[in-house]
Nanobody, 118 residues
């Protein structure tokens, strides 16, 4: 499945917005389910959102209505858009890829630091 490369880390004020991009190398990107996870300091990594190959999305309750996950199959890229950010959204964010067959991610991005602070 190749690699996942993330970009877009940053420091954002509460209430602000940030968009991360996650680009995949390799073929058959359109067949992959893509996930977005985060790990806050001292906590376990948790799922934030998923977008299936069918473009169906699901969100954790903590981000529902604030975050949006989209994909551009022509460019092998997914875009986690984060709005109305809160200090508790501070974490390292990871994108992940699940190919057809497996039920959990097989490839992870390097992680992108997002800090929400005034």
């Amino acid at each position: 499945q190749g690699q996942l490369v993330e970009s877009g880390e940053g420091l954002v004020q509460p209430g602000g917005s940030l968009r991360i991009s996650c680009a995949a190398s390799g073929r058959d990107f359109r067949l992959y389910h893509m996930g977005w996870y985060r790990q806050a300091p001292g906590k376990q990594r948790e799922p934030v959102a998923t977008i299936r190959h069918s473009f169906t999305t699901n969100y954790a309750d903590s981000v529902k209505g604030r975050f949006a996950f989209s994909r551009d199959n022509a460019n092998n890229t997914v875009y986690p858009q984060m709005n109305s950010l809160k200090p508790e959204d501070t974490a390292v964010y990871y994108c992940a890829l699940t190919p057809p067959g497996p039920t959990s991610p097989t490839t992870w991005g390097q992680g992108t630091q997002v800090i929400v602070s005034s």
